[in-house]
């Protein structure tokens, strides 16, 4: 095969507690997406590197003091951490003692120690040694919901002068406790912080920062205040209110408390307690992480956006933005090569510049649809068309994300496939009882029914003339249909399982190629019933979820289960052959859509862990 496909860029990211840490050289930023930990760079956006070990989810990474090491955890039947060299970008030990999943990790400051938490089910905290990888001490039925953990350098005699034992600070639903930790005999005592003997303050706390003379613990908590502990005399001594909502973070500066909130907005507050100033985002402050010289901070979003802000100016630039949850499909603007949207389980559309990796616009629900509606497919000609999984047909606008118009009970059961006529005047849609409806685009009114299929129809195509199209369905038939007659002309059948998605071939269009529940990539001829070439993708491993062909009609792409990208090059004259071509890994789950552009340059693929791969297509 001629073609081959090369990485170009990288869309995602986990939503996760401290979900973007800023490196001690300024310069690059560390996130997690799926089961890859990635390292970003703050000027060149093409630059970007992934370290992959782990087979499940990264719940939680960390950075030691000068950026040497990092650390990952992870959730699922391995809930291993994994420790990187920054440089080299090698493992340097592997952790497996946890179990379930893995909450927090944190580095000592002299890089000496990690500290790691588990889940509720796993209620151990673990101190490692991170010049062999042994166990230094272990606390076994931690308090349900504790959540963060963090060293705060030494625990100080009388005369507050550092000792060689460690300060351990855990935190969670049950309020904060300090941790004494002799690293020599593994001792490990714990010391809850208190209120006031009459009035005890409790609180859920979400995240904590030390004063830089460690003299102080910041605690951010559930009920939008923060509270003030005196490590001294292990007493909380102030509380702050802050908003109504729950706030997410909190870092110590130099000049106060800096406050991730609930309520979208980053606070500023003295070291006293005294309100300073606030900006506003466009989502809840998930993460906060300083710049080596702490004049900037990283601020995540729980929508996806990452901001590079100036804590003395209150001024900001958005660095990257993203989906938070999984991607279900993708479609190039079919007038442009430089638009692609993308459709995702967190309720949104989004258009992408495809030379800035930036988002163009992004589309929501309508306020009456039914609460948590997504969109399940999508069409991209100039507008945004998708279908909702409350049955509803959605147009948008591309250039603002301006909800256009709604075509209201389009499927009961919700909106399965999608696809626009070439000539724009009309739509066809499936549904999951297998019924195809085509619709009038001026109007929006139902002008066909089309009913064989016995289960879900799950992709639509349209030859050229606009006459003839194809639904494929779990039922295990490709149906051609005549869309003027109003009648079936043709089907193929499957002898095991549904088809997943197919796509004519170009010029002729005398052929159809598709993948689904069989494992197998089918050529079938348009004119005969029987399929003329079957190819299983991964000896019966992979069962194939997508499928694209390039305008030149000489390459297919298929995604799957495995999440490798794997190429093949098609050939129809003399003879139809299907030759295996590149195979590539990106993604860290299962591959839901891919698409090529419309000069076959890029494909663009979008998966289960909620990221977006761009690649570059070589001839």
Not at 12 to 41: C, E, R, W
Not at 48 to 62: G, K, N, P, V
Not at 543 to 561: D, P
């Amino acid at each position: 095969m001629a073609e081959s496909v090369e990485f170009e860029h990288f869309i995602g990211m986990n939503m996760v507690p401290s979900s973007t840490l800023f490196h001690p050289n300024g310069q690059k930023y560390i996130f997690s997406s799926g089961a890859s930990l990635v390292i970003g760079d703050l000027i060149d956006q093409h630059s970007q590197q992934f370290l992959r070990r782990h087979d499940d989810s990264i719940t939680c990474i960390a950075l030691s003091a000068s950026g040497r090491m990092l650390a990952s955890g992870q959730r699922g039947e391995n809930s291993n951490i994994y420790v990187w060299d920054f440089e080299s970008q090698q493992l340097i030990y592997s952790f497996e003692e946890h179990d379930f999943a893995v909450q927090h990790i944190a580095f000592s400051e002299d890089e000496k120690l990690l500290a790691s938490i588990g889940s509720d089910d796993d209620a151990k905290l673990i101190i490692w040694d991170l010049s062999n990888g042994c166990i230094v001490a272990s606390a076994g039925r931690l308090a349900l919901g504790t959540t963060c953990v963090c060293f705060a350098g030494f625990v100080k005699d009388i005369k507050r002068r550092n000792t060689s034992h460690y300060l351990v600070c855990s935190a969670g639903a049950e309020g904060i406790v300090l941790w004494d930790l002799d690293p020599f005999s593994g001792d490990f005592l714990p010391m809850k912080l208190t209120g006031e003997a009459r009035a005890t303050v409790s609180r859920h706390i979400t995240a904590v920062s030390f004063s830089d003379d460690r003299e102080f613990v910041y605690g951010a908590t559930t009920s939008g205040d923060y509270i003030v502990g005196s490590v001294r005399v292990n007493k909380i001594v102030q509380v702050v209110q802050a908003t109504k909502m729950q706030l997410n973070a909190i870092l110590y500066h130099d000049t106060g408390v800096v406050i991730g909130c609930g309520d979208s907005t980053i606070k500023m507050y003295t070291h006293s307690g005294e309100y300073k100033g606030q900006l506003k985002l466009d989502g809840p402050v998930i993460s906060i992480s300083p710049s080596p010289d702490r004049l900037e901070i990283l601020a995540t979003t729980s929508v996806g956006t990452v901001t590079r802000v100036n804590l003395s100016t209150l001024q900001y630039i958005v660095i990257s933005e993203s989906h938070t949850a999984s991607v279900l499909k993708v479609a190039f603007d079919q007038g442009q090569n430089e638009r692609f949207a993308t459709a995702s389980v967190d309720g949104t559309l989004k258009v992408w510049d495809l030379v800035e990796y930036t988002v163009i616009s992004t589309s929501h629900a309508r306020r009456e649809q039914e609460r948590g509606a997504i969109p399940q497919c999508l069409a991209f000609a100039n507008m945004l068309i998708s279908g909702w999984s409350d049955g509803r047909i959605l147009a948008h606008s591309a250039e603002t994300g301006d909800s256009l118009w709604m075509l209201d009970n389009a499927h009961a059961g919700g909106v399965t496939a999608l696809v626009l006529s070439h000539n724009r005047r009309f739509l066809l849609s499936g549904g999951p009882a297998g019924e195809v409806r085509l619709w009038e685009m001026r109007s929006r009114e139902l002008i066909s029914h089309l009913k064989e299929h016995k289960q879900k129809v799950t992709a639509l195509c349209l030859f050229e003339d606009d006459t003839l199209c194809l639904s494929g369905s779990r039922d295990r038939c490709i149906l051609r249909w005549d869309l003027k007659s109003e009648m079936r002309v043709h089907c193929h059948m499957q002898r095991m399982g549904g088809i997943n998605e197919m796509a004519l071939t170009r010029g002729a269009q005398s052929h159809t190629v598709s993948v689904g529940q069989d494992k197998k990539v089918v050529v079938w001829d348009n004119k005969t019933n029987d399929p003329i070439v079957q190819v299983f993708i991964d000896e019966e491993k992979e069962e194939g979820l997508c499928l694209a062909i390039s305008h030149n009609g000489r390459m297919v792409v298929t995604g799957g289960t495995s999440g490798l990208l794997r190429m093949w090059s098609l050939q129809l004259e003399p003879s139809v052959q299907l030759y295996r071509g590149q195979t590539v890994r990106g993604h860290s789950r299962s591959i839901n859509s891919v698409a090529f552009s419309l000069d076959d340059k890029q494909i663009v693929s979008v998966g289960e862990d909620g990221s977006i791969f761009v690649w570059s297509v070589y001839a």
